[in-house]
């Protein structure tokens, strides 16, 4: 079924395979036990391309931490989910595209919680094949819908999803493979049927991420797969207060989004041309 996915939805396959890998640490900053069956045949191969260019035998690592990066990129997303839901005003999670994230299945949810997982129906049909017989720990409903479907707003509706409630909603792998103009579309549309309170999270790179020499190595494997990264802000905060959210961004490393596991110096904001990773998080006005 890998062959219906497309590039940018494959990614998810590579996501799964990094989540399997740090659950067979000793060391893991979670535990993922389906992560293993999510990945397909494909993931592994997918995480063996990124090792190589991300660890080359011959010289020093230039690139960011792959791995590292993406085990706290989903403890820190984990942390943010559940405690947004302790909230017993807080009834609804949205995770737009869910890709093979299995926090429906292997995290504990209070009972108020209504779970919606957003994605395109060939994704949802390859998760549902390798979840088959495993039961969500929470009301859960999946939203087969494109993002870039001008009615996926009403499709989530009509899944039970109500705009005037307060939501949570978690944007992750997303932003950097779309456009610049996409980008700002989905913020708006999230925005548009997020009552007031309601949080949001994402994780975005720099626009020097982008172009910068010594990322080239990872940016060409993405790219060789059919999924370039396409965008990429310097202004975080700025980005998402267009569309009425009050967010913080963090980078890997800094206190918060560190657990013990970025190998890497953090540089200052106000630094130029170095590469970075934002996990940005706050709530609507």
Same mark, same amino acid.
């Given at each position: 079924?890998?062959?219906?996915? $497309? ?22 900053? %979670? ?38 990066? $993406?085990?706290? =990129?989903?403890?820190?997303? !984990?942390?943010?989910? +559940?405690?947004?839901? #302790?909230?017993?005003?807080?009834? #609804?999670? *949205? ?16 009972? +108020? ?20 017989? *495993? ?25 039970? %999803? ?10 992750? &792998? ?9 980008? +700002? ?20 790179? $720099? ?9 080239? &190595? ?13 965008? &990429? ?17 963090? #980078? ?6 560190? %657990? &013990? ?7 200052? =904001? !106000?630094?130029?041309?170095? =590469?970075? *990773?934002?996990? *940005? +998080?706050?709530?609507?006005?």
């Amino acid at each position: 079924m890998t062959e219906l996915l $497309n590039p940018v939805e494959r990614t998810a396959l590579l996501t799964a395979a990094l989540r399997s890998a740090e659950t067979r640490r000793e060391d893991r900053l %979670y535990e993922d036990p389906y992560a293993a069956r999510l990945c397909g045949d494909a993931g592994p191969e997918l995480l063996a391309e990124v090792r190589a260019a991300t660890f080359p035998p011959d010289r020093p690592r230039s690139l960011p931490s792959t791995p590292d990066y $993406n085990a706290i =990129r989903t403890r820190f997303f !984990d942390d943010f989910l +559940h405690g947004a839901a #302790q909230d017993p005003e807080m009834t #609804q999670i *949205v995770l737009a595209p869910s890709g093979m994230d299995s926090r429906a299945y292997r995290m504990e949810w209070p009972d +108020h919680i209504r779970y919606f997982e957003v994605d395109r129906p060939a994704v949802l049909e390859f998760k549902a094949d390798r979840l088959r017989g *495993v039961a969500p720990r929470v009301a859960h409903r999946s939203v087969a819908v494109d993002l870039t479907d001008d009615d996926w707003e009403s499709r989530l509706v009509d899944s039970g %999803y109500d705009p005037a409630l307060p939501s949570t909603w978690l944007l992750e &792998g997303l932003l950097y493979y779309i456009p610049e103009a996409d980008t +700002h579309r989905m913020l708006e549309r999230v925005a548009a049927v997020s009552a007031p309170g309601s949080l949001v999270a994402a994780d975005l790179v $720099n626009e020097a991420a982008l172009t910068l020499p010594h990322m080239r &190595g990872l940016l060409d494997v993405f790219a060789g797969w059919g999924c370039p990264w396409l965008f &990429g802000s310097d202004e975080p905060e700025a980005l998402f207060d267009r569309y009425g959210f009050d967010v913080t961004a963090v #980078q890997p490393g800094e206190p918060g989004a560190d %657990y &013990g596991r970025w190998p890497d110096p953090v540089p200052p =904001r !106000d630094v130029k041309d170095v =590469r970075r *990773v934002f996990f *940005v +998080h706050g709530r609507r006005r």
